[in-house]
């Protein structure tokens, strides 16, 4: 490829127009963000129901400081190394293959946190509840930037900025739903027992489990992102082969892409080859 000319199927991709693929892609990379802003944000709903439930025995019916500060933060520090280690995953092995491990994690982690079940109560519940919340928080951190990126690569250049915006834009109707399921599990158990109250947060905890799970199918169903495909995976005929079939136009590599394509599946042993018969005719001539 002559200079620094991007494949045909990424110029392709940047001045295509508006589409209902490019809203799908909204849709599911949003859900990424709305089921992050959910998992973070309701967590602060239920901590004083959990230090009723556990540690009541208190004056003030409320878990130690300490304790209530644990349970609220020890997902975000998680999102520290998930955001280093899942984004640098996602560059090399794929940023559909990685999202999809991401969310498999906090599907398994958002469950985990509403069983965490404890032969003894009060600080052992606590600490199996922090251990899942903390490995959630890792696939939050990986699921962050890997939504962003995603929907990044399969915008055009005309509504990049905007489809970014309204995919951010997700952690705020996250947020509002953490809200409206706390309110609603904790009038649904406005006269149970001490012991059923133990429900409420385990429910709001595990619903988050139900985005993440519809988004890990949406997302299976769609293709690798064709700037990853042609440019890490340097397999140009697959990007252009997805993105005519998502953006329902028959996008036809160049001649030049297509021998340098050629050059990067044979590599070093074409040339070695090739340079073999000239050192065999020098030597020949020499003679």
Request: with cysteine.
């Amino acid at each position: 490829m002559a200079g620094n000319q991007q494949p045909r199927v990424l110029q392709a991709l940047d001045v295509a127009r508006t589409q209902w693929y490019h809203f799908t892609a909204i849709a599911i990379a949003g859900m990424g963000f709305f089921t992050d802003a959910y998992d973070l944000f309701s967590i602060s709903l239920v901590v004083d129901v959990i230090g009723h439930r556990y540690y009541g025995y208190r004056d003030d019916g409320r878990p130690p400081r300490g304790v209530s500060a644990a349970i609220s933060v020890i997902a975000l520090c998680g999102t520290i190394p998930g955001q280093l280690v899942f984004g640098w995953l996602g560059d090399k092995m794929g940023r559909k293959r990685i999202y999809g491990y991401t969310l498999i994690l906090m599907v398994a982690c958002s469950l985990a946190s509403g069983f965490s079940f404890s032969k003894r109560t009060g600080k052992s519940v606590v600490t199996v509840l922090c251990f899942f919340r903390f490995w959630l928080g890792v696939s939050i951190g990986g699921d962050y930037p890997l939504s962003a990126t995603i929907m990044s690569e399969y915008a055009n250049k005309r509504t990049r900025g905007a489809f970014i915006a309204a995919v951010f834009a997700m952690q705020g109707f996250g947020n509002l739903a953490a809200g409206i399921v706390g309110l609603v599990a904790s009038k649904a158990f406005e006269k149970a027992s001490p012991d059923d109250i133990d429900y409420i947060w385990r429910i709001v905890l595990m619903i988050g489990a139900i985005p993440a799970l519809l988004t890990y199918y949406w997302r299976m169903q769609m293709p690798e992102t064709a700037r990853y495909t042609a440019l890490v995976a340097k397999n140009t005929k697959q990007a252009t082969s997805d993105m005519s079939r998502v953006l329902g136009m028959h996008i036809v590599p160049n001649e030049e892409e297509e021998a340098a394509l050629d050059h990067q599946l044979v590599g070093r042993e074409t040339i070695s080859t090739a340079s073999s018969p000239r050192s065999s005719d020098g030597a020949t001539g020499s003679t």
